[in-house]
């Protein structure tokens, strides 16, 4: 696949994705006041790459899933998750931020109060949203607990909660290497993972496909991450569409820690290593194999 192949096969994945999304959200706004509704609406429907539900459904079809609409349902679940992340992250007992994707944060439109729960209500949701649509896929009702938990380990305290944590109180800090990695590959990298096992996981791959693709994962989380370091450190907020920027935040980057020579250089390196981890198995991915490029080309 070129890279051309691959714009377009991004945004026709979007595509999918913003319409389960449409989907979940609708009902969710069905059960909730309708401030709290509209506040899950402008912080889910507000664009983004949709990078997790892509790499998810892109493993379930790498490794053999035929699920259509349904697939993209579980894919979904993790950018409901992503979305509250971000929604929190953005309060003012966070990041303090009031730009979002272009737009203002979530808590500067619907404040603070609605904003927490609209958050909060996105994550029994998510779950639900995982557990219903994972049960229709190939893995059935027994294996849709696992997906699951695959889902409710990454965002949680070992994983993206815990993550967060380490950022916030790491800020006004000068992080060791190996403590930069370990937050990342929590707050960032567990749930890119999640999103890969998780597809292979629905579509029944065989374990060591599994545990191939979660290398991957890790891999490209840290890409990914370098990257973002990367960005923040020579794009404007108003390129971006977020703010604050890392240096206002005060935060060990990879950038701070090694400059930006030698972090673009482990960011190659990081992606080699994915890539050698799907080469470590028998599964067709021409997709996977150039997305992994593409987590360091992006410019947002
Ligand atoms: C209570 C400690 C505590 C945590 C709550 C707030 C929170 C949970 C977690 C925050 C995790 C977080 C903000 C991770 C950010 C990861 C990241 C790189 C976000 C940007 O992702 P992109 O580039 O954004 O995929 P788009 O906009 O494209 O979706």
Redesign the pocket.
């Given at each position: 696949m070129s890279g051309l192949h691959l714009k377009e096969y991004l945004r026709a994945e979007a595509l999918c994705v913003e319409q389960a999304l449409e989907r979940a959200v609708t009902v969710l706004e069905s059960e909730l006041e309708s401030d709290v509704g509209a506040a899950i609406r402008h912080g889910v429907m507000s664009?983004?790459?949709?990078?997790?539900p892509i790499l998810c459904s892109t493993a379930y079809r790498e490794c053999g899933g035929q699920g259509g609409g349904d697939a993209y349902d579980l894919a979904v679940s993790l950018e409901m998750i992503?979305a509250y992340?971000?929604m929190?992250?953005d309060l003012p007992c966070?990041d303090d931020a009031q730009l979002r994707?272009g737009q203002a944060t979530t808590h500067s439109e619907f404040g603070e109060d609605v904003t927490m729960r609209a958050a909060a209500a996105l994550i029994p949701a998510a779950t639900r949203q995982a557990l219903h649509s994972a049960r229709k896929l190939e893995c059935g009702v027994a294996g849709a607990g696992v997906v699951v938990q695959e889902l409710l380990e990454a965002a949680g305290a070992g994983g993206?909660?815990g993550?967060?944590?380490l950022d916030?109180l790491g800020e006004g800090q000068t992080l060791s290497p190996e403590e930069l990695d370990e937050l990342h590959r929590r707050?960032?990298g567990a749930l890119l993972t999640a999103a890969l096992v998780m597809g292979a996981l629905a579509a029944t791959a065989d374990e060591e496909v599994v545990s191939a693709l979660a290398s991957y994962g890790r891999a490209i989380g840290l890409a990914?991450?370098i990257t973002?370091d990367v960005l923040d450190a020579t794009q404007s907020a108003e390129s971006l569409g977020k703010n604050p920027s890392d240096v206002d935040l005060d935060k060990s980057t990879y950038v701070s820690l090694y400059g930006l020579g030698q972090a673009r250089e482990q960011a190659r390196e990081r992606v080699a290593d994915a890539l050698g981890a799907l080469g470590s198995v028998q599964i067709d991915a021409p997709v996977l194999t150039v997305l992994a490029g593409y987590v360091i080309e992006r410019e947002?």
């Open positions: 664009g983004g790459k949709r990078l997790r992503h992340s971000l929190h992250d966070m994707r993206m909660v993550g967060q944590w916030l707050k960032t990914f991450q973002d947002k």
